[in-house]
């Protein structure tokens, strides 16, 4: 299994910690953002294919900032598997 942490940019978030084991997401973490719904996030992708999760989450925008936390999140889990 392998630790990722992840420093978002124009997003609340200020951190994304998750692991993945065999291109499965686990112990997602969101540091700072929308507490709650950064929580649900985390229990939804819970063992679930990363290319799956990035593809639904990449573009999601907040606030017309052209990113989000969950499109960090997605370009987080881009990075790895590049």
Known sequence: ME???FKPHGVC???ID???DDGTLHNV???GGCNG????IGRL???HDAK???AILRGNDCKGRGTSCAD???QAIDRLLR
């Not at 719904?37 to 649900?40: F, G, R, T």
């Open 3 to 5: 630790h990722v942490t």
């Open 13 to 15: 978030s200020t951190q």
């Open 18 to 20: 998750f692991d993945i």
């Open 29 to 31: 973490r969101f540091l």
């Open 37 to 40: 719904n950064l929580k649900a």
């Open 45 to 47: 992708v819970e063992g």
């Open 52 to 54: 799956e999760i990035a």
């Open 72 to 74: 960090q999140f997605a």
